[in-house]
């Protein structure tokens, strides 16, 4: 069985970690196989969004697969970082298309570094969520972005306590944009996102999470100008004419990314 199933149904990827019996844990195929599946992803232009959930066991992912790690250690002398291709998800980060996490269980290192690659977040109430790696001697240099998302003194809580806080907690504070009473309504959620987003102008989303990002990595006046730089295919598409045309003929735009 492979770790990563991977769905394309209208325009929409799901990717799901396949390993409930190690509470979607992070093993080297796992890791390997998720940097694949980005991959194909970002290549695919009939993708339009992306959806990141896991097998339903009550943890969404609970990070690196610290078994697999020791016995690497162990047989080998070497740390699993460096067996995997991409052990931060560089990958996905750099993915254009957006990508929602449908968390449906609790979530702590590694499961934490997948949901701050994402552009939107569905939980699931009564679970928790945090970044464990000071109480295991590993490392979270990823954790950084997150203090876009979450206020400064509940991130330093986080990353220096490596205690596990409710996840209703970061929704008030804006880390998930909805959560669900159930997995499966987890899932819902984070599909009818996705549909909405995959049902608008291709080249629109693209250079919209662009210049999200951008901003978030140069800080506003280098966003800005990434941002620019970014739509100016936006705004000699077709799909820019077509667009307004739709609308002054009061039907559904018909998209070409083009």
Known sequence: MSPIDVKIEDGIATVCINRPERKNAL????????????????ADDSIRAAILTSADCGVFCAGLDLKEATQIARDEGVDILSKMRDPFHETMRACKKPIIAAMTGSLMAGGMMLTLNCDLRVGLKGTKVGITEVKIGRGSPWASPA?????????????????????ERLHEYGFTNYI?????AVRARAFDLAKRIASAAPL???????????????????????????????????????????????????????
């Not at 203090?147 to 996840?167: A, C, F, H, K, R």
């Not at 629109?204 to 990595?217: E, Q």
């Not at 799909?239 to 003929?249: M, N, Q, R, S, V």
Request: charged fraction near 25%.
């Open 204 to 258: 629109s989303v693209v250079a919209a999470k662009g210049s999200v990002r951008a901003t978030m990595d140069l800080g506003c006046a280098g966003g800005l100008e990434e941002g620019k730089r970014l739509h100016e295919v936006v705004y000699a598409s077709n799909d820019a004419i077509e667009g307004p045309k739709a609308f002054a003929e009061k039907r559904a735009p018909v998209w070409t990314g083009t």
């Open 27 to 42: 093993s080297v195929a796992a890791t390997n196989g998720l940097t694949d599946a980005w991959e194909k992803i970002e």
């Open 147 to 167: 203090l876009s998302m979450l206020p400064q003194p509940i991130l330093m809580e986080i990353v220096l306590t490596g205690d596990l806080m409710p996840i």
């Open 180 to 184: 669900e009473d159930t997995p499966d």
